[in-house]
């Protein structure tokens, strides 16, 4: 096991990302490989772990200045085993190769986990949206288009929205690609709901990651009622996962962006929400309006000089990382059992670092990946996949109830795979098994292709 790592490892130096996602996944499925030689007579994990397709491609743009910009876009098409590469496109500064492989990796296995018939890829771009104008964003989305539409389609590779690709962005990509295509397909989801978007799509990785937590819950005979959480991150996820624990009888404390923090004691109401969606979608402004805006708010700066995120250090039942990779770290998971926090649940992707894993398995808080917590986004891309397909579009209430049964359905898998493989109540173990062995059946099936 530790050869496949550092023949990866020596292959591909330097990302670190990549490197652990593998490594995470490589450690939960090692009981899977023991037990069953001819995975590993077939190397099953190193075809895994090597992408179908890696596309990277330069994204010209002319800012409003009349300056020509240069930034770097990329597809990472990592398994098509179960159907057409799925996954979304985020547009941040940080994005580079390493991390849109280990996006993808982990997409594989998320996908798995829904039920539904879609591979793993991810994409995205080092473009920054923040701060730019609509007119800047749209040229550069045609741009970044422009080269992207050779290698995705309907029945091939469907891209979605992630960090810094909401509905406006899915907008101007999706009106190039048909521009380019000449046809209306379902080749985007997260679409407007008005041409070909699914209702709750918008909120259902934060929904789905308060289901995933609720039927974690369940398992110890409790509910969210009254249940104290933090969440990171204030963009898509972070609200939605705010609106559901609000509706679900929880109490939210924290909200957070990239300058720092608010901790609301009195708790953020569905008013104090509705605020913060204005401030976050509408205006683009900081997290810190809100504590001007609020009475008894604590307002925290970022501090890059600490080893630890404060966000993460307030007494609380529950914590919710909707933000990014590796935002908790070991001392923020020291920190979190400390305070008596009973469960962790990941609306981010890889939010938590191996350490900071550990220590929560160790503790027996229970721990929800993102695999299979954050799941419920392209769940749903699934369901617009879907209605697109059959042209036409269900009901709110039905999507939800779909979007519900899902995660059940994960939860209900992740226990079942842990349990079989000697680890009962890990849930990282579970997701990353129940979705290896799906992939992996798929894989041997359709021969050494």
Excluded at 260 to 281: S, T, W
């Amino acid at each position: 096991m530790n050869e496949i790592v550092d023949r990866i490892i020596n292959r591909d130096p330097g990302e670190k990302e990549f490197h652990q996602a593998v490594g995470e996944v490589l450690e939960s499925v090692r009981p899977v490989l023991e037990r069953n030689p001819e995975y590993r007579r077939q190397r099953v994990f190193e075809r895994l772990a090597e992408p179908e397709r890696v596309v990277m491609f330069r994204v010209p743009w002319q800012d409003d200045r009349g300056e020509i910009q240069i930034n770097r876009g990329f597809r990472v098409q990592m398994s098509s085993a179960i159907g057409p590469y799925k996954g979304g496109l985020r547009f941040h500064p940080s994005v580079t190769l390493s991390i849109m492989k280990f996006l993808a990796f982990e997409q594989v296995f998320k996908n798995a986990l829904t039920t539904l018939p879609m591979g793993g890829g991810k994409g995205g771009s080092d473009f920054d949206p923040k701060g730019k104008s609509d007119n800047e964003v749209m040229r550069f989305c045609q741009s970044f288009m422009q080269e992207l539409f050779r290698h995705i389609g309907h029945d091939t590779d469907v891209p979605a929205g992630d960090i810094g690709v909401g509905a406006r962005e899915i907008g101007y990509l999706f009106g190039t690609y048909k521009k380019l295509n000449n046809r209306f397909t379902g080749i985007l989801t997260g679409k407007g709901v008005n041409w070909g978007g699914s209702l709750i799509r918008p909120e259902a990785t934060g929904y789905g990651c308060v289901y995933f937590a609720a039927e974690m819950l369940a398992t110890r005979h409790q509910t969210l009622e009254g249940k104290r959480c933090l969440i990171s991150g204030s963009g898509n996820v972070a609200q939605f996962t705010a609106e559901k624990l609000i509706t679900l009888g929880a109490k939210v404390l924290t909200l957070s962006d990239s300058s720092g923090y608010v901790y609301d004691e009195n708790g953020i109401d569905r008013d104090k929400l509705d605020f913060v969606m204005f401030l976050k979608n509408v205006r683009r402004g900081r997290i810190a309006e809100y504590a001007e805006k609020y009475e008894g708010v604590v307002y925290t700066p970022l501090d890059p000089t600490l080893d630890h995120n404060p966000l993460w250090d307030h007494p609380a039942d529950g914590a919710l990382p909707c933000a990014t990779q590796n935002e908790i770290n070991a001392r923020d998971a020291e920190n979190l059992i400390k305070n008596k926090v009973s469960f962790v649940s990941e609306g981010a992707n890889m939010p938590t670092t191996p350490e900071g894993i550990t220590l929560f398995i160790d503790s027996g808080i229970l721990y929800a990946p993102g695999k299979a917590a954050n799941a419920g986004g392209v769940a749903v891309s699934g369901l617009e996949m879907a209605q697109n397909s059959m042209r036409l579009g269900w009901p709110r209430q039905e999507v939800e109830d779909r979007l519900r049964a899902i995660m059940k359905s994960i939860h209900r898998a992740c226990l079942a795979a842990a349990e079989e493989y000697g680890t009962p109540g890990n849930y990282m173990n579970g997701a990353n098994i129940a979705g290896f062995v799906k992939v992996v059946e798929a894989m041997l099936d359709q021969g050494l292709v």
